[in-house]
């Protein structure tokens, strides 16, 4: 049994079809790539993946359970965790403090009224173990806001990471980085993915054909194609449908 | 959070008040101090779901109008047992508060402020609907029976500062905990909260209703104080009046609501002493404050401090 | 160290009362702002010229008057009155214009056994079961100027009338007072919320009803509202509108116009009541503020009158309670001519009839046409036990 | 009931919501565009009748003392957005409520010391004042009907202006999307203090035509803010068209809700009962509408931004 399974799943907003009779299956423990050009319903997908936003149609099973209809912090819980697309942190926090709002949700008993977060050592020590993972133990004290972009877009892996989830969502971890930090964030990426699943959208084509097992094609909300690297870079449906003239990128 | 000495010095004066204005003439002032602790505990809760949960909720006087008339009413019915009466009317406000969050929880921003404020219209209404209860003259509110103390004037002062001073040291706790933390990040980031896990709308309700609860309790003192429940206190300008105090002295600055209470009631005091036209002055007041303190007073004080 | 300190400001204070010279120091609560503003304003004015005439003093001893607005709310009335009590010690209070602001605060002043006078406010409450020793009312009982019209509009036969008032006890009460004295059939009672803006609802409930004649009872703005609107649907000349004095009284005059012309209203004052106490009233206060006395007006100069006679019955002396208590009984010498107090303290006094005309120079007036009842008593002193 | 009185009643909302759309519209376009909370909306149509009623006395001249009471509250409303509201735009929603807040005090004060606290006279102007037979048996006061027609002038102006100008398609762009409106070299500023100029303009209309009916006092604005609030969350933040829907609707229901709930009630339940509960349950009718509105629509009927 994969993983993760979409069957038929579909979003409308208002008459526009954003997903439209999607099928995926990804399976446990590789890395899983979704591209697919600008509009093509990548991101409203995560969001249905995720429990943001239900869907019109269609249903999600996540390890061999039926999470259509779960709220969002369910499936967190089942292990589903997400990164976003536009970075979305606490700005006003600091790393650690980031990092810890994380941990505390992994361990599930927030309706504590009374002692004192800042003395709970536990959830600290485990937020500087993932902040160390992703290299940012230097800057644990400083506020978000003071990041630099790349160190940003780590941080929101990291949140995701700190979950300790089954399935990772990331929703282009790549964007607006530069080459030396793209190359880390590569990095990271493929050293995670030893561990767990991945489902990774991203519009970086290099890193994505360095990175998956496995790709699939998403155009106008449907998954056109699904295959290994080689089997997508030789398909003609994706070359016409997807890539156009630019084809020789690849 | 002030330094400790200075608070244990502030709850010593506060403690060591009554004797001294008996003996000096300045009952008065215990009284306006009464209200001022009333009001304090009012917009705290109230600055729990605004300044800390980033719910602006402009209904907040409902829980505590309907505090105050659940004293009213009961003891109008025979009731006069605090010990029945605390519960009941806490009970009430906390039911309300979750009925009200329930369904207001669902909406964002503008549309939060008004849903709450429509929920607190129709409650004000139903409420000046029952003649045999008032109406809009309002009811007396007998002063109940504790068994412990008799309630006149001076015990209620204390009753008050006990009451006010257990409230922001659970809500100081409350602040800090997990449960306060998780709060605090949705405020700061709603959908980065939801994509960690959290039931966002589980912890805003709980707020809600704890907001609301402690709302109703100030109400119950409120009744106690005035010994009369009026409709004003359910009305829309009352969430205004608690709204302004927690914006004066501080969204989500934890002293931000007791320093809002205070200020706004001894402005009020003051100038109302100095001039019909008292409020052009608090007016000015109000506005000087938003064009130069944006954080409000709690906030001018840290920054003065250089916290 | 600290207890010296306060032992030297608790003797300075002592020394200071009792340096003071005798005098009296009266509180006066009222509605300064906000929508009921006028009403209280109009008060404050008359009470204000009645110690001006009397050289700033009140039965013979410097008078200090303490203002303080109640915002129309009962709490912030509660605090003021409290300040007045606790702090300031004043030795009679006054002011109120809404009963429920008194309704709030007047067991607080009768259990510091402070005369509570009212110039406006005249709850039934107060009226019967629940009298106090210390309370009068210079004014009226709620009820009165209603039961007034209410006599009037029987006398004249109507068949059969609307009735309109908000929805709250003061406006039950009203009605119910007109009924007191009217026999004939009520087509419709319709309550309607209490400062409500816009009457086109009830006005075509009217107009489809057909009746008779029409009493609203709509205090304040509400009043100016339902008065124009009504005057507006061209219900005036149809069908005639007969209402309590103060929604015709000069205030609402300046605020409508020529649409109250021809509207009945009962008072227990008027303008040319003919004693030399109301001339000087009249004359006095267009000198002083420029502007016609409304009867909130006089009711504020009559509570200062009645203060003056009391106070002066007992030489002076405030700490007399129950000879003050015999002195406001037995009355004193009015806008309204001598005025004699019922044991509830409510006054007993005639109801006069009114009506709205465009005097030949075209200036709007409230004439007085006739008297309505004579020395008339509220309906609840039976039910008081004081003697 | 006679259907008479039925149509005399819609023809109440109809007058009534169409007010309540004058005081809405510049509220949702000052709120939708500049995302500006303000709560001194309600003082501009106080101001707006008070210079009517003092212009009438000056000029005797019903209509031109209208005119330039509309144009000397735009100014008014210009002169407060340059001088004080400029500065809040930037500011949260809390921050805007608190100092609006304060202004409301400001300006009830500032009225009261140059007209007194006495209500101000204002009555309809001589031809209009009396009722007229729209149909047999209907006579409708001529008053009302003159401002049902402005109301619905105005509204069609309105929807002209925002929907087929160039002005109006900024409008909508910057109640969408207010930085697409900055990229788009829209000229924000003066557009803004126009913006303001033209609610408190329309706030002026409202306040002169209601002036005739209603008390001019100095509070004026507050009572009916909350309606207009009311309007334009039903409505959707920002739209036009949802302030007029909203608008009518509010002003039919509570009409209706006050004209006929106390009759149904009759009906079903005891006079005493339906005479108690009438009143309550008619001022309860249009917090309800608001609240199911919102519980099925969290964005109101005609959200302006996606």
Known sequence: MSLLVLEGLSKQFGGLAAVNNCHLQVEAGQIHALIGPNGAGKTTLINLISGALPPTRGRIYFDGQEITSLPQHRRVRLGLARTFQITNLYKNYTVLENLELAVQARLGSSFRFWQPVSRERGLREEAEKVSELLGLSARNHTPVAQLSHGEQRQLEVGLALACQPKLLLLDEPMAGLGLEESERMVELIARLGQSLSILLIEHDMNAVFRLSARISVLVYGQVIASGPPEEIRANPEVHKAYLGDEGGAL | MLRKGWLLLLLGLLLAFPPVASATGLEFYMGLLTKIMIFALAASSLNLILGYGGMVSFGHAAYFGVGAYTVAILTREGLTSAWVIWPVALALCALLAFLIGAISLRTRGVYFIMITLAFAQMIYFVVVSFKQYGGEDGLRARRPEFGLFELNDTTLYYLTLGVLAACLYGLYRLVGSRFGRVLQAIRENESRTAALGYPVYYFQLLAFVLAGTLAGLAGVLMAHYTQYASPNLLAWQQSGHLMMMVILGGVGQFWGGVLGAVVLSLVEEVLQDLTIHWQLGVGVILLLVVLFAPKGLAGLWRRRKGL | MKKVLWLLVFLGLVGFSLAQPRSVKVGFVSTLSGGGAALGIDARDGFNLAVRLLNNQLGGLPVEVLIADDQQNPDVARQAVDRMLKRDRVDFLTGIIFSNILLAVGEAIFEEKVFYISLNAGPSEYAGERCSPYFFNAAWQNDNLHEAMGQYVQTRRFENVFLLAPNYPAGRDALTGFKRFYRGRVVAEVYHRLNQLDFSAEIAQIRAARPRAVYAFEPGAMGVNFIKQYAEAGLMREIPLFLPGFSADADVIRAVGRALVGVYNSSQWALELNNPVNQRFVEEFRKAYGRTPTLYASQGYDTALMLDAAIRAVGGDLSKKDELRKAFLAGFNSTRGPLKFNPNGYPIQNYYLRQVIQAPNGEIVNRLVGTIFTNHSDAYVSQCKLR | ?306
């Open chain 4, 1 to 306: 009931m006679p259907p008479s009185l039925f149509l005399e009643q819609m023809l109440n909302g109809l007058q009534f919501g169409l007010m309540l759309f004058l005081l809405a519209a510049g509220l949702t376009l000052v709120f939708g565009i500049m995302d500006m909370i303000n709560l001194a909306h309600g003082s501009l149509y106080m101001i707006g009748a008070y210079l009517t009623a003092t212009l009438v006395g000056l000029t005797g001249v019903f209509w031109l003392a209208v005119v330039l009471a509309v144009l000397g509250t735009a100014l008014i409303g210009m002169l407060l957005e340059v001088s004080i509201l400029r500065q809040l735009y930037r500011r949260d929603h809390l921050s805007q409520v608190l100092a609006t807040f304060a202004l409301i005090l400001i300006l009830n004060e500032g009225v009261r010391l140059i007209w007194g606290s006495q209500p101000l006279l204002l009555s309809a102007p001589e031809g209009l004042s009396g009722p007229v037979e729209i149909l047999p048996g209907l006579f409708y006061s001529a008053f009302r009907l003159t401002i049902i027609a402005v109301g619905l002038a105005v509204a069609v102006l309105l929807l002209l202006l925002v929907n087929h100008t160039r002005a109006g398609m900024w409008l909508r762009a910057g109640a969408s999307n207010r930085e697409m409106a900055q990229a788009m070299g829209v000229p924000i500023k003066p557009l803004f203090t126009l913006l303001f100029g033209v609610g408190a303009a329309l706030c002026a209309v409202a306040g002169a035509f209601l002036g005739p009916i209603l008390a001019v006092q100095v509070g004026m604005g507050e009572s009916i803010l909350i309606l207009a609030f009311v309007v334009i969350v039903i409505g959707g933040i920002g739209s036009i068209k949802g302030a007029l829907v909203g608008a009518l609707l509010v002003g039919i229901v509570d009409t209706a809700g006050r004209a006929f709930l106390p009759l149904l009630l009759g009906q079903v339940a005891s006079p005493e009962v339906a005479s108690n509960l009438g009143p309550a349950l008619a001022s309860i009718l249009i917090y309800l509408l608001m609240a199911v509105v919102l519980f099925f629509k969290p964005q109101g009927l005609f959200p302006a931004r996606t």
